[in-house]
């Protein structure tokens, strides 16, 4: 299928105004691009509470956390890790697809907004997730909430969220509800079909993708770690129920699905929609009207997935 009208008519846009691809910037030059896109998304709905927080790392640094709640009683806490190659985006920039996320569902969302490589190159990104987890658990004892958590991200962030419900199944790490996948990164295979096609080189291109491995996991050999590579990981059961996002026209489109696949074969409920006429970045261009059919289905799937729970 082709691309739907809104996404032609954005990429149209895009073009006229020229500039390098991403895979020809510098991090800082990358960065500046998504700073731009932010100021077309409008505000976000109102929350009852906007709360920041400072997570502090195990090596004496700490990184940002926002959270959004939407009323006063929420239904589950769900940790949202951003997308951008684990290079470029920011808190800032994902204020607005958090606030929608947070009224449509009825979570609390916290955006927690790990270290960027190349400053912080990989496992930092991995391991910042998985500390805005276990904080968030010890947080919310704290406080005597007994509410569900939810992992979630988008591209880098899926893979994100996909490591974070593998480490704590693991080491028997804080309990998680569901895992909600936004076209995620799942493996390191720059030759597959979806990487390979010409018409799925848009937005997000396969030297671009190079280009984030290259900067995040440089060391090639690492990259198969399932902490960078979740796809690699030997063993798939006893995980998270999950969402399952992805694009037609996208290079992550492939190893999104395979994951799902794998998830399913080791038992786990999936729900997995492949998006028809959409380029990776759908969801969190919020221009674009097939991220609100997006955020529909998850917030769907969550009141399903919870109103199967035990009270």
């Not at 658990?137 to 994100?160: C, K, M, Y």
């Not at 796809?231 to 994951?259: C, F, K, M, N």
């Amino acid at each position: 299928m082709a691309l739907d009208a809104a996404t032609t008519a954005f990429l149209g846009a895009m073009a006229e105004q020229g500039g390098k691809g991403i895979h020809e910037m510098t991090p800082q030059e990358a960065r500046a691009l998504g700073a731009m896109l932010k100021d077309m998304y409008g505000p976000g709905p109102e929350m009852a509470q906007v709360i920041d927080h400072a997570i502090p790392t195990s090596d004496g640094d700490s990184f940002p956390m926002r959270v959004f709640v939407p009323n006063a009683a929420p239904r589950a806490m769900l940790i949202y890790y951003h997308g951008g190659g684990w290079v470029i985006g920011a808190m800032e920039e994902f204020d607005t697809l958090a606030r929608r996320i947070a009224a449509r569902t009825g979570c609390a969302v916290a955006l927690a907004d790990y270290r960027l490589a190349p400053e912080h190159r990989y496992p930092t990104a991995a391991d910042d997730a998985y500390t805005a987890l276990e904080w968030m658990q010890a947080h919310l004892n704290q406080h005597n909430l007994t509410i569900p958590i939810i992992v979630a991200g988008d591209s880098a962030g899926g893979n994100l969220a996909a490591v974070v419900a593998q480490r704590a199944r693991d080491h028997s790490g804080p309990e998680i509800a569901m895992q909600v996948l936004v076209y995620p990164v799942t493996d390191a295979d720059f030759e597959n079909a979806s990487y390979t096609a010409a018409e799925n080189q848009l937005m997000l291109t396969r030297e671009a993708m190079i280009w984030f491995w290259d900067h995040y996991a440089p060391e090639h050999t690492r990259r198969s770690e399932p902490a960078a590579s979740p796809l690699q990981a030997a063993d798939l059961a006893a995980l998270p129920p999950a969402v399952v996002i992805t694009a037609e026209h996208d290079v992550l489109r492939d190893e999104g699905e395979a994951y799902a696949a794998r998830l399913q074969a080791a038992g786990v409920p999936v729900e997995v929609t492949r998006y028809p006429g959409q380029m990776h970045g759908f969801f969190t261009l919020l221009m674009l009207p097939a991220g609100a059919e997006a955020i529909e289905q998850i917030a769907n799937a969550i009141e399903n997935h919870l109103a199967a729970q035990p009270a």
